[in-house]
């Protein structure tokens, strides 16, 4: 088992994480993105972060991708601090070293690093939603969707046998194809999660986005670091440029039939913010679903 998707490692490296927001706390605070977090927000961050444990509390089946927006969060930064010391190619291996990363002794280093990528992320708010659907003509008649979901969880075999069979129905068709990815890039939508987990992977090559069009929802995984990953990252790449609206790259969109179908897929995970302090509390948003901006009509 990949330590990265251990219950254990992952939940024992949450609780050295509160214990240092704890020390924190005491010293006064900290300073993330040019902002004092103070000793009540540490402590709220912390107190969330252990309704989050309690919330998983057991195993359950492997591997272990959070559902806890906080947890994906600390599980995304321990990924990004392993690769930053390690390199990607010995994380994606999962070698023994990667909990080399995480020493004890070292608590001073890596629990700063992500404590802070916890807090920036939190603190930085989502990024901009565009009120407006990108628009496609869908030839009805003969064109062929291609829909799957909770794919981009950045295990590259059970991943590529996806692929495999979304390929099968791409490569043959003679028509129109429109490959659709749900939702949820794991463990919190990071631009390297969207580059590693989706673009890396994708079914549709460059050279075949003329004929074969790419498209991608949001998710609550997605949106758990802000959604910067998904808009900038995954819809900035060219194979999703029908995937805009006004210039921008959009979050939702409709395919119009010319006689039987309408394909409208639509943006339930956006919220901005999606964490926000109040009252000396935490909330968290990525449990309950939305549909933001002028969608419902």
Do not use: C
């Amino acid at each position: 088992m990949h330590l990265l998707h251990d219950h254990g490692f992952i939940h024992g490296k949450v609780a050295e994480l509160q214990d240092h927001l704890a020390a924190h706390e005491t010293a006064g605070g900290l300073h993330a993105d040019g902002r004092h977090v103070a000793p009540h927000e540490l402590a709220a961050i912390r107190e969330a972060l252990e309704q989050g444990r309690q919330h998983e509390a057991r195993p359950g089946p492997d591997p272990y991708l959070a559902r806890d927006p906080l947890i994906s969060l600390v599980q995304s930064s321990l990924h990004e601090h392993a690769v930053n010391k390690l390199g990607s190619e010995a994380v994606a291996r999962g070698d023994a070293a990667v909990g080399d990363a995480f020493t004890p002794a070292d608590i001073a280093g890596w629990g700063v690093d992500i404590g802070l990528s916890l807090i920036r992320r939190l603190l930085h708010g989502s990024h901009r939603f565009e009120d407006h659907p990108a628009v496609a003509d869908l030839d009805d008649t003969r064109a062929r969707l291609v829909l799957f979901g909770d794919w981009g969880t950045g295990m590259a075999d059970a991943a590529g046998k996806v692929i495999d069979q979304v390929r099968r129905h791409v490569e043959p068709a003679d028509g129109e194809v429109h490959v659709v990815h749900l939702g949820d890039t794991y463990y919190s939508g990071t631009p390297l999660e969207a580059r590693k987990h989706v673009l890396d992977l994708w079914p549709v090559t460059a050279r075949e986005s003329d004929r074969v069009g790419s498209w991608a929802l949001n998710g609550n995984h997605d949106m758990y670091s802000g959604g910067y990953g998904y808009f900038d990252t995954v819809l900035g790449d060219p194979r999703f440029g029908r995937q805009r609206s006004h210039g921008q790259p959009t979050s939702w969109f409709h395919l119009k039939g010319r006689s039987t179908w309408d394909v409208i897929g639509l943006d339930t995970a956006y919220q901005d913010p999606v964490a926000a302090f109040h009252a000396g509390h935490l909330f968290l948003f990525g449990r309950l679903g939305f549909l933001h901006g002028s969608q419902a009509a």
